[in-house]
C-alpha cells in the first residue's frame, strides 16, 4: 500500500453514456498525475441508457473505479450523499461527469487546500455563458432572494464541484436530513472555504438532465429547506390585514351610527373577499410545502439504494 493521501473523486451519472468515457479519459489522466493515491466513485443514478455498462467495462480496466449503481433515479442530490458517504479519501470531490466542472482545477484546489488556510475549495462559475439568458435572469434573481431570506450563505454561481477535507465530509454525511440541497449544507457545516472562479464550461456530450421546471423546483427546495422566512410573511401579512379589517370595521360601525345605512358596495366587498380568500389558499400552499417535506422526513425513508457495485464494503442502503 502506499502511504499517500487519497483523494475520492464522487461522480453522480444520469444518462451519461456519450459523456462518462471523455470524462474518464480527462479525469484518470489528471489525477494520475498527481502525487496521490485517488479511488474514483462513480454513481450510476439509475440511468436508462448504457451508462453502467460504460462503468462496467472502465472498472475492468482501472482498479481505481468503483462504480455504485442504484436501484432507480434518487437526483443528483442522492447520487452526492451515496458518494459522501462510502468517499474513503482524505480529501473527497464532487464533479460533473460531463466536464463543466473542468478536472484541471482539481491541482490547484489540492494546493490551496495543502496550505493548511482552508478546510474546502468550492468553484463559481464566473460567467454563465453558454447558457440560454431567461435561465440565467432568474438564476440571479433566485440567488438575490434566497440569500436575502435565509441565514445560509449561498453564492451565485456556485457549482456543487469541490473539494473538502474529511472533517467536512464526515459532518455533511451526519446531515441525514432527507431534503437534500447541498449548495445549502455546504455552506451551512461552516468551515474554511476557498472561492476559486472559473468561466462557464458548456458540457461535452449527452444533454442537461434539467428542464426549467425541474430547477425551479430545486429552487423551490432550497428556499424551504433554509428558510423559514415565507411561512412568516403569512403570519406578518395576516396580522396587517386583521388590522387593517378592524379599523375598517370600525369605521363602517360608526358611519351606520352617524349617517344611518351605508351605501350598498357589495362589489367591493366581493373583491376584499376574494383577494383575502385566494391570500388565504396561497399561503396554506406555503405551508403545505413545509408539511410535505415533515412528512418525507419523518417516514424516514432510505436516500438510496444500490443494486450493483464492484465494492464489496460499500453501503447499499443509508
Ligand atoms: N445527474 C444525476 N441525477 C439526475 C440528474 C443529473 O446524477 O437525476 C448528474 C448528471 O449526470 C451530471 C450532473 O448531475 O453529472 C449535472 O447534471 P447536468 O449536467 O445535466 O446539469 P447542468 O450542468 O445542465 O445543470
Ligand atoms: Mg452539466
Excluded at 451519472?13 to 498527481?34: M, R
Excluded at 462513480?42 to 436501484?71: E, Q, W
Excluded at 464526515?170 to 440541497?181: A, H, L, Q
Excluded at 352617524?258 to 383575502?276: L, N
Aim: proline share 4%; with cysteine.
Amino acid at each position: 500500500m502506499d502511504n499517500r493521501k487519497l483523494i475520492s473523486l464522487i461522480v453522480p451519472c444520469y444518462n451519461e453514456e456519450a459523456a462518462l468515457p471523455l470524462f474518464y479519459e480527462e479525469a484518470a489522466k489528471v489525477l494520475s498525475a498527481l502525487d496521490y493515491d485517488y479511488e474514483l466513485l462513480l454513481i450510476n443514478d439509475g440511468s436508462k441508457d448504457g451508462t453502467l455498462d460504460v462503468m462496467k467495462r472502465l472498472a475492468a480496466a482501472d482498479p481505481h473505479l468503483k462504480y455504485l449503481s442504484f436501484s432507480r433515479n434518487f437526483g443528483k442530490e442522492s447520487a452526492m450523499y451515496a458518494g459522501f458517504c462510502n468517499a474513503k479519501g482524505d480529501y473527497v470531490a464532487v464533479m460533473d461527469a460531463d466536464l463543466q466542472d473542468p478536472p484541471s482545477l482539481l491541482p490547484r484546489m489540492l494546493e490551496i487546500l495543502e496550505t493548511g488556510e482552508y478546510d474546502s475549495v468550492a468553484t463559481r462559475r464566473v460567467t454563465r455563458k453558454g447558457e440560454p439568458p431567461v435561465r440565467s435572469w432568474f438564476a440571479r434573481l433566485y440567488y438575490k432572494i434566497i440569500n436575502r431570506i435565509s441565514d445560509t450563505d449561498i453564492v451565485d454561481g456556485a457549482r456543487d464541484f469541490r473539494l473538502m477535507k474529511r472533517e467536512m465530509v464526515d459532518t455533511i454525511v451526519s446531515m441525514g436530513e432527507y431534503n437534500r440541497f447541498s449548495k445549502g449544507i455546504f455552506g451551512w457545516v461552516g468551515f474554511k472555504t476557498y472561492w476559486l472562479p472559473f468561466e462557464n464550461v458548456e458540457r461535452v456530450a449527452g444533454e442537461t438532465k434539467w428542464s426549467f421546471w425541474k430547477l425551479a423546483r430545486y429552487g423551490m427546495d432550497g428556499i424551504t429547506n433554509f428558510s423559514q422566512a415565507p411561512l412568516m410573511v403569512a403570519s406578518r401579512l395576516g396580522f396587517l390585514m386583521t388590522f387593517l379589517a378592524a379599523l375598517w370595521l370600525i369605521f363602517i360601525i360608526v358611519r351606520k351610527l352617524i349617517f344611518g345605512d351605508p351605501v350598498a358596495g357589495w362589489a367591493s366587498t366581493i373583491c376584499v373577499i376574494s383577494f383575502i380568500g385566494g391570500l388565504q389558499l396561497f399561503f396554506l400552499g406555503i405551508i403545505g410545502e413545509y408539511i410535505a417535506k415533515i412528512y418525507l422526513e419523518t417516514k424516514h425513508r432510505p436516500h438510496y439504494i444500490v443494486s450493483e457495485t464492484n465494492d464489496p464494503d460499500a453501503e447499499k442502503i443509508r
